[in-house]
């Protein structure tokens, strides 16, 4: 069974761009979440999704925003990036929600703001 | 909102030695526990976890954790350390729809 996969690994964006960030989860998944990983705020929930659906959403900017398409993929936007952006970004999924059910990580996706 | 405390930000300890990363969490409350590891430059690994029944959990590779409900712990303990281990240890809590992670415990084991 394959995990759950993250792309881009790396990408480097200037300030003010926008960038989006794709999450495929592991087959039969249906909730999709996103954090954000920095060395000073460690990992911070940004949104989860489950069957097309925003159900819950941490503390972030409206900047940050994501979507889940139909065959539960799901894409992460961040909008007039800032420096501060530069952090991992990590997708998980479970079969149900966050709660009571185990959550798989991808490899994360590298995001560098200059 | 849940809150997941883990003390010790840096643990080293001499290999073979016995190791014990602490984790405690504000509310008992329908929780469900998990550690996890991340080895440099990849994502987070499931460790073990605590949804239900025996509150004493093992992982495959020595590791185990026992849910204390009237201390809010989780405590992760390894009798003997390998090298391999060195990685950064994340304690998390699952409750009430949402997720919340610790700070994280770096783990050094000094050959």
């Known amino acids: 069974k394959a995990g759950v996969t993250q792309t881009p690994r790396y990408l480097i964006k200037t300030r003010g761009q926008q960038v989006t960030l794709s999450c495929s989860p592991i087959?039969?998944?249906?909730?999709v979440s996103w954090y954000q990983q920095t060395p000073g705020q460690g990992l911070q929930f940004l949104f989860e999704?489950?069957?097309?659906?925003?159900?819950n959403k941490g503390n972030f900017p409206g900047r940050f925003s994501g979507r889940q398409f139909s065959n539960s993929r799901s894409e992460m936007n961040v909008s007039t990036l800032e420096l501060g952006d530069s952090a991992l970004y990590l997708c998980?999924?479970?079969?149900?929600?966050?709660?009571?059910?185990?959550?798989?990580f991808g490899e994360g996706s590298w995001l560098t703001v200059v | 909102a849940q809150s997941v405390t883990q003390l010790d930000s840096q643990v080293p300890v001499f290999e073979e030695a016995p190791v014990e990363l602490r984790c405690n969490y504000s509310?008992?409350?329908?929780?469900?526990l998990f550690w996890y590891v991340q080895y440099p430059n990849q994502g987070l690994q499931l460790l073990l976890k605590?949804?239900?029944?025996?509150?004493l959990v093992e992982s495959i590779n020595g590791f185990e954790a026992e849910f204390n409900k009237s201390q809010t712990s989780f405590h992760l303990r390894k009798p003997s350390v390998h090298i391999s281990d060195t990685a950064e240890y994340f304690c998390?809590?699952?409750?009430?729809?949402?997720?919340?992670f610790g700070t994280g415990t770096s783990l050094t084991v000094i050959p």
């Open positions: 509310s008992s409350v329908s929780v469900y």
């Open positions: 998980a999924s479970s079969f149900g929600g966050l709660s009571g059910n185990t959550i798989y």
């Open positions: 998390a809590v699952g409750t009430g729809n949402q997720f919340y």
């Open positions: 999704y489950f069957s097309e659906t925003q159900r």
């Open positions: 605590y949804l239900s029944g025996s509150t």
């Open positions: 087959s039969g998944h249906r909730s």
